[in-house]
């Protein structure tokens, strides 16, 4: 198996995670994403371009909304809200899952990667879970994706990989990560509000970036 | 937990899963159905006539269609061949999967199925997976069905239960189960060959249904 299949979303994280795979699979790397009705769609121009950068082809994409619609239950899909993390917060008890949470999001997302990377003779799944930020879904930790892919080897009968380097990563771990391995931030998009040309700089996952740059002490390149 | 999520495709083995798993929970079995652009869409019929006859809702169905569509590869969905596993098994060695496995097809499925029982509060998951018939699917035996287990109640920080009754039944064996528990056998369908009325009769789904019957050494009720 010389061939992974990559998770990339058009975020910070996942065009790290790209930089780390292509580092051991060249153009053996293929790029993966979903949409699933999402409205930070803007992410999957930056996805395209992340992966040109690296002589790639745009990713293959999986349309989950039918699948997502089906099960029900996620403000980040539904519009129910402003989709502000740090306004829903205000909402919830501190041991609640935020409302964004899709229930088994990365269960489903993971299965389906699977089955790809399957079709497509890869033997290695990186994605860019990661369980410290504000997510905390348990479907991003270690112990569900080691399980997961103990179950993905039986169910398909074949070595599968689930590899996360950065599961257990602070923004600015990862951002460092991403200049030790020349990622190309500057053409990631984290913003979660819906504009398409300038990050709000206001949202949650603005502010989450702007701080991990900050606390490396580097400018953010997508602002150069 | 008083809810279990029930996999009603209409066949044979999901008429007699929904007695087994009624027998437990009468009118908390919440019926789920998946729509993939398979053939036998006449089956969700029979799905639908099951769970009535049980005063259950009609199942809830999710659309995998765009999903399967990107991971492709199956002659199931694509059309590709005549959906014949008997032909199809002319054509390939002894050791190989079937055309018709679509990879993981299972693997997604659950994976669905357990984020909409966590959405509808159910704790437990009934299927009809069967590993003994002509499938040989590695995503429809114990090992894969345990460990898959393990993965949903850490991915989801909840327990849910994977039930399958039937995984080591011959057709016969589900027949017996399906006459203790008064399975309405005679509203399920088995046909692969996409008629709307009366059973093929040739293909090997309804050869399969016709000598499990034949062994138990009743007539089939469906054609009663």
């Not at 993966?32 to 999402?38: A, C, I, K, N, T």
């Not at 992966?51 to 619609?69: D, E, K, S, V």
């Not at 080691?146 to 689930?162: K, P």
Request: charged share 15%.
């Amino acid at each position: 198996m010389d061939k992974a299949v990559v998770l990339v979303s058009g975020g910070l994280d996942s065009c790290v995670v790209l930089s780390i795979a292509h580092s051991t699979y060249g153009k053996g790397c293929i790029p993966l994403s979903f949409v699933y009705g999402q409205r930070h769609a803007r992410e999957i121009v930056s996805a395209e371009q992340i992966c040109r950068y690296y002589g790639l082809q745009a990713p293959t994409l999986i349309n989950l909304t039918t699948a997502f619609q089906g099960i029900g239950g996620s403000s980040l899909t539904s519009g129910a809200t402003d989709g502000n993390p740090s306004t829903e917060a205000v909402q919830r008890g501190p041991d609640e899952l935020p409302p964004t949470f899709v229930p088994g999001r990365n269960i489903i997302m993971i299965a389906v990667a699977a089955a790809f990377a399957y079709t497509h003779e890869a033997g290695e799944i990186y994605g860019g879970w990661n369980a410290v930020d504000y997510s905390g879904y348990p479907d991003c930790r270690p112990r569900f994706l080691r399980e997961m892919e103990h179950a993905l080897c039986s169910g398909l009968d074949r070595d599968m990989i689930v590899t996360y380097p950065l599961v257990h990563s602070s923004k600015a771990d990862i951002i460092k990560k991403g200049i030790a391995n020349g990622a190309p931030m500057h053409l990631s998009w984290s913003c979660y509000a819906g504009g398409l040309s300038t990050p709000c700089g206001v949202c949650d996952s603005c502010k989450i970036r702007a701080e991990g740059f900050a606390k490396v002490g580097i400018p953010d390149p997508a602002f150069q």
